[in-house]
């Protein structure tokens, strides 16, 4: 049996149902992170010092934890990843393969550098003693950037699917592989996006 | 976007997607450069989160196409960012709400 609306517009929605089913996906998603940006409103707003005592050190801002310039490295890599995403689905709109390979691969590179990053970040963060269970800040930094991570590792397994075998369907339905690459590619764009506000509101206030 | 189908069509979205990108990092470096003016919590956090909604919306509307989508979609996010609101509403209430105890750091 064939499914229904994957390429065509569903005549009651006016989109597919794949790019229906992503923004409800997508719906649920924001939901998550803003309770958890709630979270870190509320234990924020109660604290009388942010992020406080840590150990024997007292701490005034976020920014004598974490270290800006790599946070803000993590943030160019991932805007540059959402382009070379959205140049993949271009490029398969403009019927050109071989471009649509290059730019998936380096959406995945970018995904994978920023993961390294953050890994040796958290590294660092523990040779120093800073475990999620030390202070709230440190726990709301580790939920959050945790799993904003974990949705990076999602997108790396989805994109790399896309790149390897799932690229087959290019030439037996060239129509719905594009559009597997919007679907994916509106995934990918919204865990830019999620960092785009975490970036500010944890590492810099 | 998505009704976009002639090569030309969307070579004219990739100029503005490099455009998008230049403004995005443009952004960024500004967020940064003000953290480093260490403002106060409120002004700082007033410009944090303004340059992020204007680096937030430049993602969702063109990468993410949402400027040239159907109602539904636009429906859909309506009544997320409805029950968003009610969320950051009820949170901040309930802080007031508490017998004025701190919360440990």
Sequence with gaps: MEIPYTVAARPDTGVNNAKLGVWLFLASEVMLFGGLFSAYVFLRVGAPEWPGMIGDHQFARSSDILNIPIGFFDTLVLIASSVTMVMSWASLKMNNFGKYKLYMSLTILCAVIFLVVKSFEYGDKFSHGFYPAESSFLAIYFTLTGLHGLHVIGGIIVNSYLLGPGSKMWKTDGERFTNRIEIAGLYWHFVDLVWIFLFPTIYLL | ?105
Excluded at chain 2, 22 to 38: I, K, M
Excluded at chain 2, 45 to 65: D, E, Q
Excluded at chain 2, 83 to 102: C, N, P, R, V
């Design chain 2, 1 to 105: 976007m998505s009704d976009a189908t002639s090569v030309e069509d969307i070579k004219k979205h990739v100029r503005v997607y490099i455009t998008v990108f230049t403004a995005l990092a443009a952004l960024t470096v500004v967020t940064v450069a003000v953290a480093y003016l260490n403002l106060t919590i409120v002004p700082a956090l007033i410009v944090a989160l303004f340059i992020a909604t204007i680096k937030g919306s430049l993602v969702a509307c063109y990468f993410m196409h949402l400027i040239s989508e159907k109602k539904i979609i636009y429906a859909v996010l309506i009544t997320t960012v409805a029950f968003l609101l009610a969320l950051f509403i009820l949170t901040i209430g309930s802080y007031h709400d508490q017998y004025g105890g701190k919360i440990v750091p």
